[in-house]
């Protein structure tokens, strides 16, 4: 009797130390499964911080092109106005040359004028076509419109003050004066009705 007790509690403990080692197989394999998980939310979690990183260095670049690239854009915004009075002088000395004195002052201005302009030019700054050219409002502004029947509407007739690219930047605007069809008259003010003579006679 006692053999098959001894018996049957060897078989007990062979069963405990069975579900025992297979408990611990299975806890290895659950540690490695989530030490994983874990390894890959770490590994995205470091794609979004480059992705970021990279974009920030994109935009930090942009910016410092930016500055770069436009550094003198106040200084030469306010340097128009020179020129614009440069344009006046030489505009308005047309047929106000009495001597040879004023044709040389009116030269001499002139040459300035260009080699101003020439030096801007160096920098990136260029005038802005106007006269003849279709009125563009993202570039001219428009202050008066001509009425003639000789051109399409909305062509530029007259600069009224240069406007200046600044490489492809808009600097400052073109005043400008654009062309517009005249309204056709009505009927009534371009003719009398038929009888109407007769009938104030």
């Known amino acids: 009797m006692e053999e098959i007790k001894k018996d049957i509690s060897n078989e007990q403990e062979k069963e405990e130390l069975s ?4 408990a611990l197989e299975d806890k290895p394999r659950d540690v490695v499964e989530n030490l994983q998980n874990e390894l890959n ?6 794609l979004r911080l480059y992705a970021e990183f990279e974009n920030y260095k994109r935009m930090v670049q942009k910016e410092r092109e930016e500055l ?3 550094a003198n854009e106040k200084l030469i915004k306010d340097l128009l106005p020179v020129i614009d009075n440069f344009e006046l002088a030489i505009k308005h000395s047309v047929g106000e040359l009495n001597s040879s004195w004023l044709e040389s002052m009116k030269q001499g201005i002139e040459n300035t004028l260009k080699e101003f302009l020439r030096i801007l030019e160096k920098y990136g700054v260029k005038p802005i076509e106007t006269v003849g050219q279709l009125f563009n409002p993202e ?6 419109t001509f009425e ?6 909305n062509i530029i007739v007259e600069e ?4 200046y ?8 605007e073109p005043l400008v004066t654009v062309s517009k069809k005249p309204k056709p008259s009505s ?3 371009t003719s009398h009705p038929s009888g109407a003579e007769d009938e104030k006679n």
Do not use: C, F, P
């Not at 570039?139 to 008066?144: G, L, N, P, W």
């Not at 009224?160 to 406007?163: A, I, N």
């Not at 690219?165 to 400052?172: A, H, I």
């Open 19 to 22: 579900y025992e080692g297979s």
């Open 41 to 46: 939310q770490q590994k995205e979690k470091y």
């Open 68 to 70: 770069i690239n436009y």
């Open 139 to 144: 570039v001219h502004h428009a202050v008066s």
């Open 148 to 153: 003639t029947e000789d051109m399409d509407d």
């Open 160 to 163: 009224l003050r240069k406007g």
């Open 165 to 172: 690219l600044y490489k492809d930047k808009l600097l400052r």
């Open 187 to 189: 009927e009534s003010e």
